[in-house]
């Protein structure tokens, strides 16, 4: 291959074909290129200077890629914002999943949540907890590490996402809701905020694609992203939940063209001090 490329991967019978694929993605590093001026150098003399220049291409490269089939949050946390209690909180917390799987600790939601084919992993907070919960429900997955966007061309945030709400489409008369945020001092504050949801997203066995444009945080030395989830329980509310899978922060970067010389030594034409 001359270029990253994906591959997809699908179960074959002989006769039929699967309906789920997986993606399998060859990545592709340039190699710099080595330039000499001028082109056809003179090798004796000393009328002309031999200039040699280190030219590459650029590369992409993954400053989040959590699957999350390794079990646990993998390079996330769950962070709780709310006043219920621990065992309340230790329920509706972020907490990593095996497909096909059935809350068993709610009294409403009962959905089916499939993150993909066979025991495919993912993360999901729930809402809806037995015991009842008597104040808001707030819990954030949260990267626990910030990464340097320095020096990227471009980046993007991309993951499945399957969010499940009681209220209406829209409804806004409790505060229940989920938003994607951003944060650029290593999550001491989240002022920007991707999105915000109102409205079912995906169901339980086929999340939705959601992809964001994050070019405005290229150049930033301590950046983070959160997905939080907060539902009102009072009233007879009881609330859903949140998944997600597959979380990917990408872009591309200049190729990092620095070498080193090796093998023989270097001519004297190189080690003239008077040549710039």
Do not use: M
Not at 96 to 114: G, L, R
Not at 217 to 246: C, E, M, Y
Request: hydrophobic share 40%; aromatic share 10%.
């Amino acid at each position: 291959i001359s270029a990253t490329t994906t591959y997809w991967v699908t179960a074959w019978n002989g006769s039929c074909e699967s309906i789920l694929r997986t993606a399998i993605v060859a990545k592709y590093n340039p190699l710099l290129t080595l330039t000499f001026t001028p082109a056809a150098p003179a090798v004796c003399g000393e009328n002309t200077i031999i200039a040699l220049t280190a030219a590459g291409d650029i590369e992409t490269v993954n400053l989040i890629n959590e699957t999350f089939e390794s079990g646990g949050l993998g390079v996330f946390s769950t962070v709780n914002n709310d006043a219920n209690s621990a065992a309340i909180d230790n329920i509706t917390k972020w907490q990593n999943y095996t497909s096909v799987f059935v809350p068993t600790t709610t009294n409403v939601w009962f959905p089916a949540v499939s993150s993909g084919f066979g025991t495919n992993k993912f993360a999901l907070t729930l809402s809806d907890s037995n015991p009842y919960a008597t104040n808001p429900t707030e819990n954030s997955l949260v990267l626990t590490t910030a990464v340097n966007s320095t020096a990227f061309l471009d980046l993007t945030l991309t993951f499945k996402l399957y969010y499940s709400r009681y209220l209406d489409d829209g409804d806004v008369s409790y505060s229940e809701y989920a938003t994607i945020d951003v944060s650029t001092d290593g999550g001491a504050t989240y002022p920007t905020t991707l999105q915000t949801l109102i409205a079912d997203t995906g169901i339980g066995t086929r999340f939705s694609a959601v992809s964001f444009n994050l070019n405005a945080f290229i150049n930033q030395t301590n950046l983070k992203i959160r997905v939080r989830n907060h539902s009102w329980t009072g009233n007879g509310l009881l609330p859903d939940g949140v998944a997600v899978h597959d979380i990917l922060l990408s872009g591309t970067r200049p190729l990092n063209t620095s070498f080193a010389w090796s093998g023989a030594s270097l001519p004297d034409v190189y080690r003239n001090a008077g040549c710039p």
